[in-house]
C-alpha cells in the first residue's frame, strides 16, 4: 500500500528507490522510538498540488528535531522544495507526506549523532472510511506532560496512541479518546477534540495535548463564522452534555463524531458545527474558498 518498486523517497539529500534502500538496524529510532516525524496532506487544486500548511509542519519537524537534540541541516523552504519535488517524482496530485528523522547507530541511552532524514509519501485517501465516528473512552491515559514533550511528534509517543485504538477497535468502535492524568479528556490517538453546546465550541487546552495543525485552522474558521471557541479542562461528562463534536487532524481533516461509549449526542451529526466545519475545511486545503488564500 506505501510503495512499490518504482517509489522514490527523499534520503538525506538524495531522491532514491525507496525498495532498494535498508534501514539501519542499530539506531535508536529502531529501538526506542528516537525519531521524530510529521505528517502533511498534499491537495490538487486549480492552481496546482498545494502541501497544506507545509511551513507550520517542517517548523514543527524542526521543533521535535531540537529535542530530541538531533540536527536536521535543511531549512524550512528546502525541506518545503524536496517535498515538492519527491511528490512530482512520484507523480502525485494528492497524497501524504511523511518526514521522518531518525538518530544514527547507537545502543546505549547516550546522544545519538549522525541523524538521517527520509521524506516518503503515498496515496491516502480518507483516514477514516466512516464519515461519522463511534468513539471509546479509552483505558489508557495521555502520557505525563512531565515525561515527554507532548508539543512535538516523536515516534515513541506514538505506542500509547497505537494501544488505544487497538483497545477501541477490539471493543468495535472507531477509533479512541484519550484522558489526561489529571481525568480531563485530551485528544484521540492521533487527532484533536472539539465539542459544541449551544452554539458554542469547547476545546481541551493546549498543556496535555499535541496541540494539532488542523485544530488551530479550526479555530480560525470557527472564527470566521462567527462561532466562539474556548480552551480549557472538560471532564467526560462535559463531553457526554455536548450537542455535537468533532476529530481534526492532518490525516483524519475534520470529522465528525456521532458517539461516545454508544452515547450518541443530541444533535443529528449533519446539524453540527463539526459538519459545517468539515466542508469548510476541505474548500480551505483545495483553496475553493476565499479566505483560504488570504488567511491559511
Ligand atoms: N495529536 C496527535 C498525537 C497527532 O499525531 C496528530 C496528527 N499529527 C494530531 C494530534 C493532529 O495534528 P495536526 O492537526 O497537526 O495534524
Not at 55 to 64: C, G, M, N, Q
Not at 126 to 135: A, P, T, V
Not at 137 to 142: A, E, L, P
Request: aromatic fraction near 12%.
Amino acid at each position: 500500500m506505501y510503495s512499490n518498486k518504482n517509489t522514490i523517497i527523499f534520503k538525506d539529500g538524495n531522491f532514491v528507490k525507496a525498495q532498494q534502500e535498508t534501514a539501519n538496524y542499530f539506531t535508536q529510532s529502531q529501538h526506542y522510538g528516537y525519531a521524530a516525524f510529521e505528517g502533511m496532506r498534499a491537495y490538487s487544486t486549480d492552481q496546482g498540488t498545494r502541501i497544506f500548511k507545509a511551513k507550520r509542519h517542517f517548523e514543527r519537524l524542526l521543533h521535535s528535531a531540537k529535542i530530541l537534540h538531533l540536527d536536521i541541516p535543511y531549512t524550512v523552504d528546502q525541506l518545503i522544495k524536496f517535498s515538492y519535488t519527491l511528490l512530482e517524482k512520484n507523480n502525485f496530485k494528492d497524497a501524504y507526506i511523511r518526514p521522518l528523522l531518525m538518530g544514527g547507530e547507537q545502543m546505549a541511552l547516550l546522544p545519538s549523532t549522525q541523524p538521517s532524514l527520509i521524506i516518503c509519501c503515498w496515496k491516502w485517501g480518507k483516514y477514516f472510511k466512516e464519515k461519522k465516528l463511534r468513539l471509546m473512552h479509552s483505558n489508557y491515559k495521555r502520557p505525563h506532560p512531565q515525561s515527554f514533550h507532548l508539543d512535538a511528534k516523536i515516534s515513541g509517543h506514538y505506542v500509547n496512541g497505537i494501544l488505544a485504538t487497538n483497545e477501541a477497535q477490539k471493543n468495535g468502535y472507531d477509533e479512541a479518546l484519550l484522558c489526561d492524568h489529571n481525568g480531563f479528556i485530551a485528544q484521540a490517538a492521533s487527532a484533536n477534540i472539539f465539542f459544541e453546546k449551544d452554539s458554542k465550541l469547547y476545546t481541551p487546552k493546549a498543556s496535555n495535548i499535541l496541540p494539532g495543525i488542523t485544530r488551530s485552522v479550526a479555530m480560525k474558521l470557527a472564527e470566521y463564522m462567527p462561532v466562539p471557541v474556548e480552551e480549557g479542562d472538560f471532564t467526560p461528562e462535559d463531553l457526554a452534555n455536548a450537542d455535537g463534536a468533532f476529530l481534526t487532524g492532518t490525516a483524519v481533516e475534520v470529522i465528525p463524531i456521532e458517539s461516545i461509549n454508544g452515547k450518541t449526542f443530541k444533535l443529528d451529526v449533519d446539524e453540527t458545527l463539526g459538519a459545517a466545519l468539515a466542508i469548510k475545511y476541505h474548500r480551505v486545503v483545495t483553496r475553493k474558498d476565499g479566505h483560504s488564500i488570504t488567511y491559511f
